[in-house]
């Protein structure tokens, strides 16, 4: 006989699926609503403002309208509208509400600037290459002065991309942008200024190759963000006009009705990925309409080369069949057609295997988009490499494969002393010390002194209602410790991985609060956990959460069943 708790868990997954299915797109996809974003607006109208002033100026208005009521009451900005204010989207949103007025945004200006220097100022900001962004984001504005910030080294585009290009690594277009723009504000002179035009003609064709990869023209990153950045920095140097109206194009063409931007275009595919994999785990594998996002999925392999990460063919990116492949997305993406049998597209996830593989560190661990990068911001990952090593051993590799023993070592050698881990792309610890615990689960590893540690972790983080939260986020101000579905969902799932049993109290709590968070239409409320700057600006996914609530739950109600005494024959 069932518990009560059992029948809920079963009921839970039915109402989820049903409404996924219901939702999914003919050719096998899930809409993703995108979160409108702080940045993307700013920097959007600040871009058109300079750019395209004439013919944009209603859309300028608007976006100034949304800044101005997406305020918070103290008078800053989060990543998304009405999210917990943080330094970066509070400086970016003043600066381009002052480059737009001047007169007329006096006061929010000056109260967000005040809450600014109240917390430190940019000179607090940890990432110097975005207290650099800040900076020059305010001398745009005539708030600062661009003399105060190191002179951007645009030369090193001269040099061939192999020696720049681990430095650089997902930064190079804003890295471009960010060195047109200083020049403008500072011009470089003597035979600075001279090194500084044939740098200039080597940031123009580098900007040039990434916009050859993208889906839509003038589209970098898919990222309204990172297409302001390349449109102010296009305009301050005097490019090409058609590469600049590209950027003006894409802007005015991707502007929601509310006037805001999205804070990317596209984030269909990983999220999509998250649900065809919580939805095989919920005990749909083998359902048509799943087989069917797998062969999407498939399609979204990329069939070229993205040669400014050194990247060959055969990974993924968040945007689709095109984009800045990278080993996270790629490594999600494998994770859900390993849930297809064997005869389903077996050449498309050898060929990504394969991929995945050859972007391993020299020192065994995975980043984000370039491999052996120096750029703290790409990797090594402790949540990527642990995600590689998982769809690594459920793709048939041994736990004594070289690639995956120097991972494990690596995961090893570099666990917090409180056991837990980070993640570059979630934030707080619960993600990265979850996923750690999966591999070391698949690998058969449970009682290594290194998981036994990552599960002790995760136990104490666990709060008195069975949730999990972020724990820091970088988020101004106190914010009380409250759990998120995300973060739950993947302590759960490891935890159960990690060999805590099902009919543990502690489990049985945080499957209990997971369906207690469950709506009425069957899905789960979406949280700020996923980073679109590391620990400065988040954003929330509607299709994680649920698909790592489906696997949750389908990982829970399948180690209830595998504990359940068997029935007796009559």
Request: proline share 7%; charged share 20%.
């Amino acid at each position: 006989m069932c518990s009560a708790l059992d029948s809920r868990v079963e009921a839970s997954i039915t109402q989820a699926a049903e409404t996924m299915f219901a939702l999914q797109r003919p050719d096998g996809s899930w809409p993703n609503r995108r979160p409108t974003a702080v940045l993307g607006t700013a920097g959007a109208v600040a871009a058109l403002h300079i750019a395209d002033r004439e013919r944009s100026r209603d859309l300028v208005g608007r976006g100034a309208g949304w800044l101005l009521a997406a305020r918070n009451a103290d008078g800053g900005w989060g990543g998304v509208g009405g999210a917990p204010t943080q330094l970066v989207p509070t400086v970016i949103a003043a600066a381009s509400l002052h480059l737009l007025d001047p007169a007329g945004h006096r006061e929010p200006v000056r109260r967000a600037l005040d809450l600014v220097r109240a917390h430190g100022g940019v000179e607090s900001l940890a990432d110097p290459g975005i207290a650099h962004l800040a900076r020059t984001f305010l001398a745009l504005a005539g708030l600062g002065d661009i003399k105060d910030s190191r002179r951007i080294p645009l030369e090193l585009l001269l040099l061939p991309p192999r020696l720049w290009r681990g430095r650089l690594s997902f930064r190079v277009a804003p890295f471009v942008a960010m060195a047109f723009l200083q020049a403008r504000l500072a011009p470089p002179a003597g035979p600075g200024r001279l090194l500084h035009r044939s740098a200039r003609r080597a940031g123009l064709r580098t900007l040039g190759r990434v916009e050859a990869g993208e889906n839509e023209r003038g589209g970098y990153g898919g990222d309204n963000w990172l297409v302001a950045l390349v449109c102010l920095g296009l305009t301050s140097t005097g490019a090409p006009a058609a590469m600049t109206a590209d950027t003006v194009d894409y802007l005015r063409s991707h502007v929601q009705a509310d006037g805001s931007w999205h804070i990317m275009q596209g984030l269909d595919l990983i999220g999509g990925s998250f649900v065809a994999r919580g939805l095989a785990q919920a005990g749909y594998a083998r359902d048509e309409r799943l087989a069917r996002a797998r062969q999407w999925l498939r399609g979204c392999q990329q069939d070229r080369a993205f040669p400014v990460f050194g990247a060959p063919p055969g990974g993924w990116g968040w945007e689709g069949p095109r984009g800045w492949p990278n080993f996270l997305d790629s490594a999600t993406a494998l994770s859900a057609l390993q849930t297809g049998d064997e005869t389903e597209g077996a050449e498309p996830l050898r060929r990504g295997l394969r991929w995945l593989q050859s972007r391993q560190d020299r020192t065994g661990s995975w980043g984000t988009f370039v491999p052996d990068t120096t750029l703290a911001n790409d990797g090594p990952c402790p949540y990527v490499t642990a995600q590689a090593v998982d769809v690594a051993l459920a793709g048939g590799a041994s736990p004594d494969h070289p690639g995956v023993r120097r991972a494990l070592d690596w995961l090893r050698a570099h666990q917090r002393p409180d056991g837990t881990y980070e993640a570059l792309w979630y934030r707080g610890l619960t993600p990265g010390t979850a996923m750690v615990l999966v591999a070391f689960g698949r690998a058969g590893r449970t009682a290594d002194p290194v998981a036994r540690r990552a599960r002790d972790a995760l136990l104490r983080a666990q709060l008195p209602d069975g949730s999990w939260g972020p724990g820091d986020t970088g988020i101004l101000g106190d914010e009380p410790a409250r759990g998120t579905v995300e973060e739950t969902a993947w302590a759960l799932r490891a935890l159960l991985a990690g060999g805590v049993p099902a009919a543990d109290p502690r489990i049985r709590s945080a499957a209990d609060w997971i369906l207690a968070a469950q709506q009425p239409d069957g899905l789960w409320p979406a949280s700020q956990v996923c980073m679109h700057i590391r620990n400065l600006a988040y954003y929330v996914d509607g299709l994680i959460v649920t698909g790592l609530a489906l696997t949750a739950l389908g990982g829970y109600r399948s180690a209830l069943a595998a504990t359940a005494p068997a029935k007796e024959e009559v």
